[in-house]
């Protein structure tokens, strides 16, 4: 019995072509580059314009998966963000030449909302805060009575006021006192 690997071998130099074919020439990619926004940026913006260029100056692009207009070899695409992280996927092509690819990374600044803290305890009400990555300023509203009062530290107010919407990181103030 003939061995079938000899076979197999002789049957796939045939599919292959035996390097009878000559190799094809690497096709040379469309140049795309991206001049805003920056990668890696912030913004508090709702939108952010993402710009470009690409040769050759009739290549396709898209951006987030719609076609952009090219005019000249630029184009110019206004992209809406969602809270927090982002990515914006940019491809140019253009017949004969491979497909390029660009991804933009931007944040959109996070809004937070001011809870709702008058009557909390002190300690709770800057855990709170802590939490939503808000910074803390107390101010305390304690009369030469209270001292003696055996009563928790309780917020009477906050600026700004509970469901007034901030950036992270904004400052809220407390206003405390056993005696609201």
């Known amino acids: 019995m003939q061995h079938p690997l000899p ?19 690497p096709r040379a990619p469309v140049q795309l580059t991206l001049s805003a926004p920056r990668d890696g940026g912030t913004t508090g913006e709702a939108t952010v314009e993402v710009v ?5 100056a009739n290549a396709r692009v898209i951006v987030r998966g719609s076609q952009v207009l090219v005019d000249g070899g630029g184009f110019s695409r206004a992209v809406e963000l969602r809270e ?8 140019a092509s253009s017949p004969g030449m491979r497909t390029a690819w660009r991804a933009l990374r931007v ?37 030469l009575l209270d001292a ?11 600026d700004p006021p509970s469901g007034t919407q901030v ?14």
């Not at 009563?151 to 107010?157: A, D, E, L, M, Q």
């Open 148 to 158: 003696f009062r055996r009563r928790p530290t309780i917020v009477c107010s906050t």
């Open 84 to 91: 927090g992280s982002n990515v914006i996927d940019v491809g």
């Open 52 to 56: 470009g260029s690409v040769v050759p």
């Open 167 to 180: 950036e992270a990181g904004a400052e809220v103030e407390i206003v405390v006192s056993k005696t609201c």
């Open 7 to 25: 076979l197999l071998l002789a049957l796939a130099a045939s599919v292959a072509g035996c390097g009878d074919d000559p190799l094809e020439a």
């Open 107 to 143: 944040t959109r600044r996070s809004r937070v909302r001011v809870p709702e803290l008058v009557g909390s305890e002190e300690d709770a009400a800057r855990t709170a805060l802590d939490e939503l990555g808000l910074k803390v300023r107390v101010v305390n509203d304690d009369d």
